[in-house]
């Protein structure tokens, strides 16, 4: 009861409300709002599980890393390859064949992505600490790279990433038809999200990250070191953002190497709105976009992305540190 | 006196440009309770924040039970069994009490984990560390964030205890009750450096004593003979105990 009584419930209001005030814009047709909202919640969780190992990077070490983008798209093209080499599995009827070919895709993704992250975290980030000018030069000099190494390796070329056999199509809900993929992105995403939760507030090692992002210099006072806290969130961060990209691609069907520096603004707009650090209002921020993007790509498709950057300002207006302000920062 | 526990030699700090230590010698005796004195802005802060490697000295040696220190990172000096309350107090506001109480236990990955025995000893030394158990940090009165930066320095025996002006911004009940926590670590055998502004919380406490002015010690004693001599505290610190 202490933690409802210390926690503010007024942001979690956010997402239903804003589920609210797009209904009657739909002509309050139930099924175009159901689909819709399922979509939205599904690309909010996807793009949760991208944000939510750089919000933690950048509360432990004050390091910006405009490059995540490239973990993105490195998972996103394993994906390609093993899912293209697992066909056999992919087009089975078996939705068991399917399923472990779509967690290989998701494993083989996040170990590349976890690996390329060590070596950027050690080799990018590092020599540049405390220094945001040069972290947002480089880092992003180091997407560029990256996504040129993509080209070489996978063609500059646009690659489809088929969905798994048990994945198509939609279940039907009344006259909603809601994509089973959307679902299954959902349920990821909220697999991923409880075991975060779990990890921050359950064991020592999450109590020291949730406590790094407000005092580093305390934590480091207490005996604990930082620095190898920091590069183990970098690198599950890195993870996590392979996972997204996977996921990512399944959803678009699609892959470019550009996949991550186009999500790159989103995943920003997600850490600014739950407030730089905060693992939960990376929850919030992330529904809310993902909300607005399907709303106002159905309502007024020019306007997705600007939108969001309205929503951004809107928030910011009402809670200028965003919507769980990470103390001591 | 007893042999020190730490010493610190001909220690400078800059920080920037800024050169704030000018060669900062201080003793701190083993079991015995110093006081670092001084006015405002003369490097006492400066010179805890240097001890524990959040500044790094650019000159001098800092020596802690033998152990050469200075170019040691925080977490090592604070693994070599050092317990420090920085002026803010370092609280985690976002984390509950018990959270914070169990960070600062390193032997420990949970409250079951703690020892109950010590705990028990700090609840009865502050008993709101009890009663907001559960509660968020950030929502402790000032008092109250105190005594939990107290407590985490005290959940684990520690071989010295570094803490900078424990009485600031307390009501006076309050001080009381931590002049009387710290009489009890005291009687404990630990040893402690405090950096103080309140004399009369340095009077009752103190068993040696050293005062800053501009970057370095200028005086080193007994707090019974700082006490004794009028003279020399108006010159040291410009005001009597």
């Known amino acids: ?329 | 006196m007893s042999a020190p526990l730490l010493k610190l030699e001909g220690v400078h700090t800059h920080i920037g440009v800024y050169h704030i230590l000018h060669g900062v010698d201080l003793v701190v005796p083993r079991g015995q309770l110093t006081m670092l004195l001084g006015r405002n802005g003369v490097g006492k802060t400066t010179t805890l924040r240097t001890i524990m490697g959040l500044w790094a000295a650019s000159q001098g040696r800092i020596t802690f039970a033998g152990d050469n220190i200075t170019s040691l990172n925080t977490p090592s000096i604070a693994q070599k069994s050092i317990a420090y309350v920085p002026e803010n107090m370092g609280i985690f506001a976002d984390l509950t009490v018990k959270e914070n109480m169990v960070l600062a236990a390193r032997h420990a990955r949970n409250q079951s984990q703690m020892d109950e025995q010590r705990l028990e000893w700090i609840f009865e030394l502050f008993p709101a560390i009890q009663k907001f158990w559960n509660h968020s940090a950030g929502k402790l009165s000032g008092g109250q964030k105190q005594m939990l930066a107290m407590s985490r320095a005290m959940v684990e025996p520690r071989d010295l205890l570094i803490v900078d002006e424990p009485s600031k911004g307390l009501a006076p009940a309050m001080v009381d009750n931590m002049i009387d926590a710290f009489k009890r670590l005291k009687d404990s055998g630990v040893t402690i450096l405090l950096v103080e502004q309140n004399l009369h919380f340095a009077q009752q406490l103190g068993d040696t004593v050293a005062v800053m002015d501009d970057g370095r010690v200028v005086y080193a004693g007994s707090m019974q003979s700082l006490t004794d001599d009028e003279k020399l505290q108006h010159s040291l610190l410009g005001l009597a105990l």
């Open chain 1, 1 to 329: 009861m202490n933690f409802l009584k210390d926690t503010d419930v007024r942001p979690l209001l956010l997402v239903p409300a804003l589920g609210l005030m797009a209904w009657p814009l739909m002509g309050a047709s139930w099924s175009t709002w159901l689909t819709l909202t399922v979509a939205g919640l599904a690309m909010g969780m996807i793009i949760f599980v991208m944000a939510s190992g750089l919000t933690l990077v950048f509360g432990l070490m004050d390091v910006l890393n405009f490059g995540h983008g490239l973990f993105i798209a490195l998972g996103a093209f394993v994906a390609t390859t093993v899912l293209g080499g697992m066909s056999a599995w992919t087009e089975s009827a078996d939705w068991g064949a399917n399923l472990i070919a779509v967690l290989m895709a998701m494993a083989v993704a996040m170990a590349v992505a976890a690996a390329v992250g060590l070596a950027f975290e050690r080799f990018i980030v590092r020599p540049v600490y405390g220094q945001h000018l040069k972290q947002i030069l480089i880092t992003m000099g180091g997407m560029i790279i990256g996504e040129e190494l993509i080209k070489v390796m996978w063609g500059p070329q646009q690659i489809a990433l088929p969905m798994p056999e048990a994945l198509r199509g939609a279940v039907l809900w009344g006259d909603a038809a809601i994509e089973k993929y959307r679902l299954f992105a959902v349920g990821v995403g909220l697999v991923v999200m409880a075991a975060q939760l779990w990890v921050l507030s359950r064991t020592k090692v999450g109590l020291l990250i949730r406590a790094g992002v407000q005092d580093r210099e305390m934590v480091e006072s207490l005996g604990y070191r930082i620095r190898l806290l920091f590069v183990g969130v970098f690198v599950v961060g890195s993870a996590l953002a392979g996972l997204a990209g996977v996921m990512w691609g399944l959803y678009q069907q699609s892959v470019t190497p550009q996949i991550g520096a186009q999500v790159n603004v989103l995943i920003f707009i997600v850490i600014i709105i739950g407030g730089l650090g905060s693992t939960g209002g990376a929850v919030i921020g992330a529904l809310l976009v993902g909300l607005m993007a399907n709303y106002t790509g159905y309502l007024a498709p020019k306007l997705a992305l600007f939108s969001n950057i309205v929503l951004m300002a809107a928030v910011l207006l009402w809670r200028p540190q965003g919507v769980y302000p990470v103390a001591n920062r």
